[in-house]
T-cell receptor, first 120, second 107 residues
Framework: EPEVTQTPSHQVTQMGQEVILRCVPI?????FYWYRQILGQKVEFLVS????????KSEIFDDQFSVERPDGSNFTLKIRSTKLEDSAMYFC??????????????????FGPGTRLTVL | GQNIDQPTEMTATEGAIVQINCTYQ??????LFWYQQHAGEAPTFLSY????GLEEKGRFSSFLSRSKGYSYLLLKELQMKDSASYLC????????FGAGTTVTVRA
């Protein structure tokens, strides 16, 4: 079964450094999402992306964050100047545009395995 | 805003049944998902309800009442491997998650 993949699995960085987290969506999926989960807390929505533009973003997704799909396959999340509080698991999720496959669950978002970001 | 509530923890015995309740008050609604999450891993899909009623998938069932803003996940014939966190998530084109219910299955 197709899977969403994410790299790296673990990223350690110094405060103030830039990081880029990468996601490879399932090939026929057109909606892309980033979520984060701080240790011991709930999963939080960051941003959704469709048709090469942001469709919705949360208040967490401030000017330090950006997303792009640079080459038509990868979907990236960039944090320009990391802060200690950015330490979290970051999950990419993708969704098909149409009601095919498991038709009843066409709203299902498929999650990647996550990138654990540690900011020191 | 989004308000999604579920119990923090539940403990049950192997072979038993556990019901995890979720209540929600959200600005939009396009269905409700239940996910299972083991520590350090991604959420994995369990069930999806968009219409009122019960959906059954093997040992797992999920129920939705849209008028009451209420859902539950029923886990039957509990196994040790079912020890995990169970996440209720409201779909409004993005997912809004509850804090999760940690289920511990004892022998």
């Amino acid at each position: 079964e197709p899977e969403v993949t994410q790299t790296p699995s673990h990223q350690v960085t110094q405060m103030g450094q830039e990081v880029i987290l990468r996601c490879v969506p399932i090939s026929n999926h057109l909606y892309f999402y980033w979520y984060r989960q701080i240790l011991g807390q709930k999963v939080e929505f960051l941003v959704s992306f469709y048709n090469n533009e942001i469709s919705e973003k949360s208040e967490i997704f401030d000017d330090q964050f950006s997303v792009e799909r640079p080459d038509g396959s990868n979907f990236t999340l960039k944090i320009r100047s990391t802060k200690l509080e950015d330490s979290a698991m970051y999950f990419c999720a993708t969704k098909t545009a149409g009601a095919f496959g498991r038709q009843y669950n066409y709203n299902e978002q498929f999650f990647g395995p996550g990138t654990r970001l540690t900011v020191l | 805003g989004q308000n999604i509530d579920q119990p923090t923890e539940m403990t049950a015995t192997e072979g038993a049944i556990v019901q995890i309740n979720c209540t929600y008050q959200t600005s939009g609604f396009n269905g409700l998902f239940w996910y299972q999450q083991h520590a350090g891993e991604a959420p994995t899909f369990l069930s999806y309800n968009v219409l009122d009623g019960l959906e059954e998938k093997g040992r797992f069932s999920s129920f939705l009442s849209r008028s009451k803003g209420y859902s539950y996940l029923l886990l039957k014939e509990l196994q040790m491997k079912d020890s995990a966190s169970y996440l209720c998530a409201v779909n409004d084109y993005k997912l809004s998650f509850g804090a999760g219910t940690t289920v511990t299955v004892r022998a």
